[in-house]
């Protein structure tokens, strides 16, 4: 039986130790907690810990906030609308908008930061746990996977749903089989309705787990149906898939489903996924601890199927053996973008190792496996924050410089925020983000502030129309600068183009991390000099991180 096991002995320079399982269950439950208290620090001691959407999640927050409250809803008005259609990806700006009511912008984010690792750890161990109590010692795995790369990346909504997809599906494992109560089907439909709400690919997920479940555990009344129990048990699981399914299914339509190609071959693709590159951010040796996380999980799983004590596999490590395929298929197959939403393979690339380490609860394994499985799991863990931690730092006091400018700029302002380097190129040659740009939006932060209210030109959120705040017609910089877009390097445009278009002149500009580089690019040489016939420089951070332009 699953969960059943033998306390084995071992010889030590020929003496007999008892390893008593009880014993080391409780300890591994401490161990666990250190961890978890480990993976918020990198978090916690930098004022900012920043991420590429993080402050532009933060910055719509307190503009839907702000709007909804009536604070300076006439001026946000001349440039913003909310969105009337309440859609996926508004969890973020719900939780970041509350904590701004009574906390600065750095500690709002800050403390979604938080809650999403403390709701992705302990609901990845609640699923360990519920797939088998006794294999809890799985779950000290946990710390590549909260930092993958979406999160670093700033996609809120998409790595808290995931962590509400574990909680989700581990209630429901733990007691689909206790003649589930009309109140227990409520908890999970709201739950993936939650789920749903942050964003709709993880409630896919747990629907999917559910349903192959379900179906697993009422196998023997669809061969040998009794109609009135069949069609209640039908009903039931309808019912509690309704609500978040059609809230899924009119997303789906409002934004199509067109597809953009992805630019990788499927072997290209499968390498990545060996190379665990989803599970890297600052450093380009971050590979050795990412692969080393491939290489342990594969190795217990060849493992088990070897071990003398194996168990039959159980209806729920059948299901993640096959959310192992399914999400590996889909991460080998799919397009770059669905429906407008990108980087849909960053997403799905290191989900095959969480479901595979769900899986190998289901199996028995003695003292000496678990015993290394903790070392290589802290190990692992260990890697990660040495090789991230200084240069988190090191973001974190550019990231001060940056907002020492921003603190110059005066309420009710219309402000272009530029940003020059995503990547924060160093002195030294390489740059403080080898994985992604992290800085990419980090200069939303400056209209987050409550006794402010800006509007920041380079918001992206407000063009994509299932996220809470939109450009109004006629508003929107890309009709007019799109070469100035975050993401577009060198930036380069005619700023009085946009003044053209909106009939309003821009009171500031802020530069963020302007380098030599930068500077070298005949495009960028030309805007430079475009902005001093109208701007002069008002402030400059010690390093130039944060430049800030005045109009004359």
Same mark, same amino acid.
């Given at each position: 039986?699953?969960?059943?096991?033998?306390?084995? %002995?071992?010889?030590?320079?020929?003496?007999?130790?008892?390893?008593?399982?009880?014993?080391?269950?409780?300890?591994?439950?401490?161990?666990?907690?250190?961890?978890?208290?480990?993976?918020?620090?990198?978090?916690?001691?930098?004022?900012?810990?920043?991420?590429?959407?993080?402050?532009?999640?933060?910055?719509?927050?307190?503009?839907?906030?702000?709007?909804?409250?009536?604070?300076?809803?006439?001026?946000?008005?001349?440039?913003?609308?909310?969105?009337?259609?309440?859609?996926?990806?508004?969890?973020?700006?719900? /939780?970041?908008?509350? &904590?701004?009511?009574?906390?600065?912008? $750095?500690?709002?984010?800050?403390?979604?930061?938080? /809650?999403?690792?403390?709701?992705?750890?302990?609901?990845?161990?609640?699923?360990?746990?519920?797939?088998?109590?006794?294999?809890?010692?799985?779950? /000290?795995?946990?710390?590549?996977?909260?930092?993958?790369?979406?999160?670093?990346?700033?996609?809120?909504?998409?790595?808290?749903?995931?962590?509400?997809?574990? $909680? +989700?599906?581990?209630?429901y494992i733990r007691q689909r089989l206790e003649s589930p109560t009309p109140f227990f089907q409520l908890k999970i439909s709201?739950?993936?309705?939650?789920?749903?709400?942050?964003?709709?690919?993880?409630?896919?997920?747990?629907?999917?787990?559910?349903?192959?479940?379900?179906?697993?555990?009422?196998?023997?009344?669809?061969?040998?149906?009794?109609?009135?129990?069949?069609?209640?048990?039908?009903?039931?699981? *309808?019912?509690?898939?309704?609500?978040?399914?059609?809230?899924?299914?009119?997303?789906?339509?409002?934004?199509? +489903?067109?597809?953009?190609?992805?630019?990788?071959?499927? %072997?290209?693709?499968?390498?990545?996924?060996?190379?665990?590159?989803?599970?890297?951010? %600052?450093?380009?040796?971050?590979?050795?601890?990412?692969?080393?996380?491939?290489?342990?999980?594969?190795?217990?799983?060849?493992?088990?199927?070897?071990?003398?004590?194996?168990?039959?596999?159980?209806?729920?490590?059948?299901?993640?053996?096959?959310?192992?395929?399914?999400?590996?298929?889909?991460?080998?197959?799919?397009?770059?973008?669905?429906?407008?939403?990108?980087?849909?393979?960053?997403?799905?690339?290191?989900?095959?190792?969480? &479901?595979?380490?769900?899986?190998?609860?289901?199996?028995? $394994?003695?003292?000496?496996?678990?015993?290394?499985?903790?070392?290589?799991?802290?190990?692992?863990?260990?890697?990660?924050?040495?090789?991230?931690?200084?240069? *988190?730092?090191?973001?974190?006091?550019?990231?001060?410089?940056?907002m020492k400018a921003a603190n110059f700029i005066p309420d009710k302002s219309v402000v272009l925020n530029l940003h020059m380097?995503?990547?924060?190129?160093?002195?030294?040659?390489?740059?403080? &983000?080898?994985?992604?740009?992290?800085?990419?939006?980090?200069?939303?932060?400056?209209?987050?502030?409550?006794?402010?209210?800006?509007?920041?030109?380079?918001?992206?959120?407000?063009?994509?129309?299932?996220?809470?705040?939109?450009?109004?017609?006629?508003?929107?910089?890309?009709?007019?600068?799109?070469?100035?877009?975050?993401?577009?390097?060198?930036?380069?445009?005619?700023?009085?183009?946009?003044?053209?278009?909106?009939?309003?002149?821009?009171?500031?500009?802020?530069?963020?991390?302007?380098?030599?580089?930068?500077?070298?690019?005949?495009?960028?040489?030309?805007?430079?000099?475009?902005?001093?016939?109208?701007?002069?420089?008002?402030?400059?951070?010690?390093?130039?991180?944060?430049?800030?332009?005045?109009?004359?």
């Open positions: 039986m699953p969960g059943t096991y033998r306390i084995p %002995t071992i010889k030590i320079h020929g003496l007999d130790y008892l390893y008593d399982l009880s014993h080391m269950l409780r300890y591994e439950k401490y161990f666990f907690h250190l961890m978890v208290l480990l993976a918020l620090s990198i978090i916690v001691i930098p004022k900012y810990y920043i991420t590429g959407d993080g402050a532009s999640h933060t910055y719509n927050a307190k503009v839907l906030f702000d709007m909804v409250l009536g604070q300076e809803r006439a001026f946000y008005q001349e440039f913003y609308t909310v969105n009337r259609a309440i859609d996926p990806n508004w969890m973020s700006h719900i /939780l970041i908008g509350g &904590f701004l009511q009574f906390f600065p912008p $750095w500690l709002a984010d800050k403390l979604f930061q938080i /809650l999403y690792v403390l709701v992705f750890a302990y609901g990845f161990r609640a699923l360990v746990r519920a797939a088998n109590p006794n294999n809890a010692f799985l779950s /000290l795995l946990f710390f590549p996977f909260v930092f993958n790369l979406p999160f670093q990346q700033g996609f809120y909504n998409y790595v808290l749903a995931l962590g509400l997809m574990f $909680w +989700t599906t581990a209630l709201v739950l993936l309705l939650t789920t749903a709400f942050a964003h709709g690919m993880p409630a896919v997920y747990a629907m999917l787990i559910i349903g192959f479940i379900w179906l697993l555990d009422h196998y023997q009344l669809l061969l040998n149906p009794v109609r009135d129990k069949m069609l209640q048990e039908i009903s039931t699981l *309808v019912l509690i898939f309704l609500p978040a399914a059609f809230f899924i299914l009119l997303f789906m339509v409002k934004r199509g +489903t067109g597809t953009e190609p992805h630019a990788w071959t499927y %072997t290209q693709k499968l390498m990545a996924f060996f190379r665990g590159w989803t599970l890297q951010s %600052t450093r380009h040796a971050e590979v050795y601890p990412a692969v080393g996380v491939g290489l342990t999980i594969l190795g217990y799983t060849i493992w088990s199927l070897f071990h003398k004590d194996k168990v039959k596999m159980s209806g729920v490590g059948k299901v993640m053996l096959f959310m192992v395929g399914f999400t590996l298929f889909s991460y080998i197959t799919c397009p770059h973008s669905i429906g407008g939403a990108g980087s849909i393979d960053i997403r799905l690339a290191f989900l095959p190792w969480v &479901f595979m380490l769900i899986y190998l609860a289901g199996r028995n $394994w003695n003292s000496a496996s678990r015993m290394i499985f903790t070392g290589l799991s802290f190990a692992i863990a260990t890697c990660f924050l040495i090789l991230r931690f200084p240069y *988190v730092m090191q973001a974190d006091r550019v990231g001060q410089e940056i380097n995503d990547w924060h190129s160093r002195a030294e040659g390489d740059s403080l &983000f080898q994985k992604d740009g992290s800085f990419i939006h980090f200069s939303d932060f400056a209209g987050a502030y409550q006794n402010k209210h800006l509007i920041m030109l380079m918001n992206y959120e407000a063009e994509i129309n299932y996220f809470p705040v939109n450009w109004l017609s006629g508003k929107n910089p890309r009709e007019s600068i799109s070469g100035m877009i975050p993401g577009n390097y060198p930036p380069c445009g005619e700023v009085k183009d946009y003044e053209k278009q909106i009939g309003r002149k821009i009171d500031f500009i802020l530069l963020q991390n302007l380098n030599a580089y930068s500077l070298q690019d005949s495009c960028v040489q030309a805007m430079l000099s475009g902005f001093r016939k109208d701007f002069y420089t008002f402030y400059q951070s010690r390093n130039k991180a944060g430049i800030l332009l005045k109009r004359r």
